[in-house]
């Protein structure tokens, strides 16, 4: 198969693409959440 | 989440089985041969963006006419998701165009407006994080939002309008378009694929955005508290 590496590439592209987005998303959801524990403890506490 | 892992796991069936029915059951293309199966993947992005992006031109405009923040976490989630596809059809657009065209990118209509349209969205992403006042942020971005997705009809209308170096339309493109049924078939396919696709990140984003305003509310209830206690204390010492 000629040019197999650029329809590799593009697969791979896709996928990486929506994997290292949503990658981002679940580390900023996991901040929150622990974020949002704290401050529910806090308000708990006082 | 647990209740998530069933519909995670169907849709990464669906895109393994898209990314095998482009390259192994789609038939070969004349004159490109086995890279114009790049277009599989190439045009599901497109369609994940475009879709994206009307849910958020949606969104702004219900911003607008509501006020309900809903619309606002709507918005900023799918411009978010839609500048992600974007960027994976451009990726997968450059891929195909070395090896069919001999270059990596030409300043056609069609990629012009694309990359136009890329670079509205990541101004209105930024424009978000400049804006600190919910409301305001929330009003400037969607007419930022509106304003951007007048790009978006002359990105689909670019090559039926102007001769570019981009492809005809395959689709809907007129007398001389048209697929065979196996192609259109698999295309049809890998475009659900990567709406599914699209459409679980949206929601994921979505619950991030709900998620803030969550905190935001908190730190507010936590504030006007500490606040509160101040006085109390202080008239609790006098006495």
Known sequence: MRNFHFLFAAWMAVWAVFFVYELSVASRVSRLRDEIDRLKQQLREE | ?239
């Open chain 2, 1 to 239: 989440m647990k209740s998530r892992v069933p519909i995670t796991l169907v849709v990464a069936a669906l895109m393994f089985f898209a990314g095998y029915a482009a390259l192994f059951i789609a038939p070969d293309e004349r004159t490109m041969h086995e890279i114009q199966r790049i277009f599989y993947f190439h045009l599901g992005s497109w369609t994940a963006m475009f879709t994206a992006l009307t849910i958020a031109f949606v969104a702004n405009v219900g911003w607008l006419l509501t006020r309900k923040p809903e619309w606002d976490w709507l918005g900023v989630s799918a411009v978010e998701v839609g500048v992600v596809s974007c960027t994976s059809g451009l990726i997968t657009g450059v891929l195909w165009g070395k090896p069919a065209w001999g270059i990596w990118w030409t300043w056609d209509a069609r990629l012009t407006t694309c990359f136009i349209l890329w670079l509205l969205y990541i101004s209105y992403l930024i424009l978000r994080g400049l804006i600190d006042e919910p409301q305001r942020r929330a009003t400037l971005s969607a007419v930022f939002g509106i304003f951007a997705f007048l790009d978006a009809p002359l990105v689909y209308a670019s090559n039926r309008l102007w001769r570019t170096q981009h492809p005809a339309p395959v689709l809907f493109g007129g007398a001389d378009s048209g697929l065979d049924p196996t192609m259109v078939k698999v295309l049809l396919f890998s475009m659900c694929a990567m709406l599914a696709l699209m459409m679980i990140v949206l929601v994921d984003r979505y619950r991030l955005e709900r998620m803030r305003h969550e905190l935001d509310e908190l730190s507010v209830a936590a504030e006007t508290r500490s606040l509160s206690a101040g006085p109390a204390l202080t008239s609790a010492t006098k006495g």
